[in-house]
Nanobody, 125 residues
């Protein structure tokens, strides 16, 4: 049974940083494509960052240069380092795992099969 557990969310001021973690069980983070998504109230879930088995990464335009997705294979954990946070980054952040791999990471939610429960990120101005 696949289980993804996010942690690391919280409240920060604009310009601050947070690192989200996603601990996986029943799934190997280095095996297939994984991603981070976020959803703000009243908005659709959007892909933020993804990483393929081969290590190719992809980012949503608004987070390029500020967010970095990575993984620790030994800990079987996926990370999202978020720097220079803005109020518009406030959302529930979800870790997701796909049932397959692609050359380029997908950032569309319907491509992912497994989801964590989410961790809240709030950025104040």
């Amino acid at each position: 049974q696949v289980q993804l557990v996010e942690s690391g969310g919280g409240s920060v001021q604009a310009g601050g940083s947070l690192r989200l973690s996603c601990a996986a069980s029943g799934y190997t983070v280095s095996g297939l494509c994984m991603g981070w998504f976020r959803q703000a109230p009243g908005k659709e879930r959007e892909g933020v960052a993804g990483i393929t088995r081969g290590g190719n990464t992809r980012y949503e335009d608004s987070v390029k240069g500020r967010f970095t997705v990575s993984r620790d294979n030994a800990k079987n954990t996926l990370y999202l380092q978020m720097n220079s946070l803005k109020p518009e980054d406030s959302a529930m952040y979800y870790c997701a795992a796909a049932g397959r791999d692609w050359y380029y990471a997908r950032l569309t939610h319907y491509d992912y099969n497994y989801w964590g429960q989410g961790t809240q990120v709030t950025v104040s101005s």
